[in-house]
């Protein structure tokens, strides 16, 4: 995962390596904490990753051990405006820490739809947007909703997600995108649009709105109802397995795929591997 703390201020993790942070020249320092990675409203940094859950505020680590149930077995983190972390896993549920309790959601005691769960988002209400292995689950804290392709998803397996407007959210799935405006799904497949790959694994959207989703065949970018493609072909990329997106204000795309870590920068991308930014 990769999120941008601020401009030049880059911070990824690695499944093996661990979190990295990343300020900026070839320098960055290995923190060996986590394989996933998200920011809370006060700036501070959450990893979670093996048996633990840490958080980082710039000087101090804070740790807070994990209930048996979830270790080993964690798949991503989302942190909601209350402070709330919540954690995926594979085959063990949905797991919300509240700062002193965690509460397991699973599928058997609640409407959660697969206890295995691929990606999680946070919308502007503050709603947890949840993707499972046989579809979308939403929870804002009282009330579940779910979707499937019956609601007119382009595939059940959820990979991605990117809370867009207020009431908008994309959604990568094994099928191909779509965008949900809280009632209908508009989907984008490579049958029917510019869309490289229909597996999605990653998305995010830049400071003019367009939405770059990461696929197996590289990145497709949507803006204006114009599709641009970026692949080993047509630029510097090793890899076109793209598994983590994020874009600075500045328009850096950093890029994360089955091969290395990548920035794209003005046109130009300069890629990274094992050895180099403390991969």
Not at 63 to 85: F, H, Q, V
Not at 246 to 266: D, F, R
Request: with cysteine; glycine share 14%.
């Amino acid at each position: 995962s990769i999120i941008v703390a601020a401009p030049g201020d880059i911070w990824f993790a690695t499944q093996d390596g661990g979190a990295n942070h990343y300020t900026g020249g070839m320098e960055s320092k290995n923190y060996g904490r986590g394989n996933y990675i998200a920011l809370d409203a006060q700036g501070n940094k959450w990893f979670a990753g093996g048996f633990n859950l840490d958080s980082y505020n710039g000087a101090q680590w804070s740790n807070y051990p994990m209930p048996t149930a979830i270790r080993g077995s964690i798949t991503c983190l989302a942190i909601d405006g209350l402070g709330n972390k919540w954690l995926g896993s594979k085959n063990r549920g949905l797991f919300k820490f509240d700062g002193t309790n965690w509460t397991n959601y699973r599928s058997s005691s609640s409407p959660l739809l697969n206890d295995t769960i691929n990606c999680l988002a946070v919308d502007a209400q503050n709603k947890v947007w949840i993707g499972t292995k046989t579809g979308l689950s939403t929870f804002n804290g009282t009330t579940w909703s779910s979707y499937q392709t019956i609601h007119g998803l382009p595939h059940n397996e959820i990979l991605s997600l990117l809370p867009d407007a207020p009431s908008t959210i994309w959604v990568g799935t094994r099928g191909g995108a779509s965008k949900y405006n809280g009632t209908v799904f508009t989907n984008y497949t490579i049958t029917n649009s510019g869309l490289a790959n229909n597996e999605v694994l990653a998305l995010a959207q830049n400071s003019q709105g367009a939405v770059w989703m990461g696929t197996r065949s590289g990145i497709s970018v949507l803006q204006g109802g114009n599709w641009n493609q970026y692949n080993r072909s047509n630029t510097a990329l090793k890899c076109d397995t793209i598994q983590a997106l994020a874009i600075e204000t500045t328009g850096n795309v950093w890029i994360g795929t089955a091969n290395g870590l990548a920035v794209l920068n003005n046109g130009t991308i300069t890629h990274y591997r094992s050895g180099e930014l403390g991969l």
